[in-house]
């Protein structure tokens, strides 16, 4: 997998995002682009914006965490990102995001 020239901008979003994981709202995944998250285990969802300063609103650019809460902390399992969160083409504007796993 090649990286994103900006992915580093996402690895830092996502260390936030462990470190402080109730400042981020719950990914609800409902097109299914992502893996499902095994409720039962106690794994959620979380996204946060990435803004550079080049869209109006929330922009295009996400990252989300799979997570799971482990002895009161927050444990990272998966990280993605999207560049195109509202999807592109014929799918542009209906949340079709095209996910990209990162480390």
Known sequence: MSAHPISHYFKEVARDMVVNPKAYQVFGNAEKKLPKANSKNGEYYIEADVDFGIAEGRGQFRVVC??????GKTVLLKKYYSKTHYGTGSDAGKGKADFVEFR
Do not use: V, Y
Request: hydrophobic content about 15%; aromatic content about 0%.
């Open 66 to 71: 799979l997570c799971r809460e482990d002895k």
